[in-house]
């Protein structure tokens, strides 16, 4: 992956795998507030399915994120 993104940079959909959004759901919550202490506040994010995957990260990581962020 990382010798891939060194020869064409790119955002496609493996871009969640590179910015290491991969794992359980506390691990993909603690990326997300690393990146939004860095200065980022968009995401675009994929999921397949869509509404299942959507739901779950709805239900499991937003809370994780806002709660990592209100402390």
């Known amino acids: 992956m ?30 997300i507030a690393e990146f939004h202490r860095a200065g980022i506040e968009l995401f675009m994010l994929q999921f397949q399915p869509f509404e299942a995957d959507m739901r779950i990260f709805a239900q499991e990581v ?6 990592l962020l209100a402390d």
């Open 62 to 67: 937003a809370p994780r994120v806002r709660r």
């Open 2 to 31: 990382i010798q891939t993104f060194a020869q064409s940079a790119r955002v496609g959909s493996n871009g969640g795998t590179a910015a290491g959004l991969v794992g359980d759901y506390d691990t993909v919550a603690q990326r």
